[in-house]
């Protein structure tokens, strides 16, 4: 059963969120505790928005980071990098970076098929997207501003093991 706009937009209106239906898509908004936008506020816009014939949703901040076209190579390698970290942390998070303008967006698709969406679904995933961009915000930051790359599990592990060698 594939979904529409009108009804998910009931749904929104019944987990108490506020939103927009215009121009086929749905506009919401968050509030956040470290992610600051290129106006300086905090907060995430997010567009909802129903593909393959209203079989899949997909949630998106747009416009979330920007990676310079000026970007140093080493930039470009620790976004990277961060990027594929937070897709192996989060599991639901998807972050893409359009390789010709720089414009890193997060998502989450939601396969509807042949299934129907629920309230609780849909508002867990739209109330999970602030969290998610405050959990890697500073790492995109670190990655964008200074070349430094979120590290993996099992980076840390050898650092924290170095360290323990170096006080023995």
């Not at 990098?81 to 998807?94: D, G």
Request: glycine share 4%; charged share 30%.
């Amino acid at each position: 059963m594939s979904a529409n706009l009108s009804s998910i937009s009931t749904l929104l209106d019944s987990a108490g969120i506020k939103h927009l239906l215009k121009d086929d898509v749905i506009r919401t908004g968050f509030s956040t505790d470290l992610y600051e936008d290129d106006d300086g506020d905090f907060g995430v816009n997010i567009i909802l928005r129903l593909e393959e014939n209203g079989e899949l949703l997909r949630i998106q901040v747009p416009m979330a980071y920007r990676l310079p076209k000026d970007a140093s190579d080493e930039t470009q390698v620790a976004v990277l990098r961060t990027i594929n970290q937070l897709h192996w942390e989060s599991k639901i998070l998807q972050v893409e970076m359009d390789q010709e303008d720089g414009e890193i967006r997060l998502s989450i698709d939601f396969p509807i098929e042949d299934g129907s969406l629920t309230e609780t679904q849909l508002a867990r995933m739209i109330r999970l997207i602030p969290a998610l961009v405050d959990q890697g915000h500073l790492a995109m930051t670190d990655a964008l501003d200074k070349a430094i790359a979120l590290p993996t599990e099992a980076e840390i592990s050898r650092r924290f093991d170095a360290f323990v060698r170096t006080r023995a």
